[in-house]
């Protein structure tokens, strides 16, 4: 079984759209996150929600919006795709923040390509 | 601001060689440091490292920390083809922050 699962894996649309990107865990974890990785390969971190609730908010745009309907679930919203949206978006999660099994590992799904033409 | 420098940005070796890839840092409140391989999908763990000086060993690869001087270094023996990857170094901050490195793009030619 896949642990964490991202849907779509491939996404092509164009400028101005509004798409949605979805990710769901079952390795019971509490906190979950989104990281955008570019074309030169360089990962880094958009939001983290612990237990369903807004941790890490980076310097993203608002036309970015995640939402986590339970702490299994985070998604991704993006409204008004721009070009420079154009990337593989990771979805990962990790144990409980801070408690005994938080080794910081992150597990990672297998990525979501986005290419807004 | 964080900040992870990983170096070199890329490296091609042949089979057998043995390579050294670096990873420095500059954090405020650090709590540990992680490499992660990354083939052609997701990132997949392999070392998590909390103390300076205690070697990390998983097969032909360890990792040591250094806190004192903010690095840590990833080492692969008798490198194979399938070593071929990125190797991203991130640094655990409080807050419960990942920042990744650029990354280190080995390719271990036959």
């Known amino acids: 079984d896949t642990a964490v699962s991202q849907t779509p894996k491939y996404l092509v649309t164009q400028m101005g759209n509004d798409k949605s990107i979805k990710c769901e865990q079952n390795?019971?974890?509490?906190?979950m996150y989104w990281y955008k990785q570019d074309s030169k390969k360089f990962l880094k971190i958009m939001f983290s929600?612990?237990?369903?609730?807004?941790?890490i908010n980076e310097t993203v745009p608002n036309r970015f919006s995640p939402k986590s309907p339970d702490k299994a679930h985070l998604n991704l919203h993006i409204n008004s795709l721009e070009l420079g949206d154009s990337a593989v978006y990771f979805c990962?999660?990790?144990?409980?923040?801070?408690?005994?099994?938080?080794?910081?590992?992150?597990?990672f799904g297998e990525g979501s390509r986005l290419t807004v033409l | 601001e964080d900040k992870v420098v990983q170096s070199p940005l890329s490296l091609v070796v042949h089979e057998g060689d043995t390579v050294t890839l670096n990873c420095s840092y500059e954090?405020?409140?650090?709590?540990?440091l992680l490499w992660y391989k990354q083939e052609k999908k997701a990132p997949t763990f392999l070392f998590m490292l909390?103390?300076?000086?205690i070697e990390k060993k998983s097969g032909r690869l360890s990792s040591i920390l250094d806190k004192k001087e903010l690095f840590s270094i990833l080492n692969i023996t008798a490198t194979q083809t399938g070593d071929s990857a990125i190797y991203l170094c991130?640094?655990?901050?409080?807050?419960?922050?990942?920042?990744f490195g650029t990354g280190t793009r080995l390719a271990v030619r036959p």
């Open positions: 929600y612990n237990n369903k609730e807004l941790i």
């Open positions: 909390t103390s300076s000086g």
């Open positions: 991130a640094v655990k901050s409080s807050g419960d922050k990942l920042t």
């Open positions: 390795l019971g974890h509490d906190t």
């Open positions: 954090v405020t409140n650090f709590r540990s």
């Open positions: 990962a999660s990790s144990p409980l923040r801070g408690g005994d099994g938080d080794t910081g590992e992150l597990f």
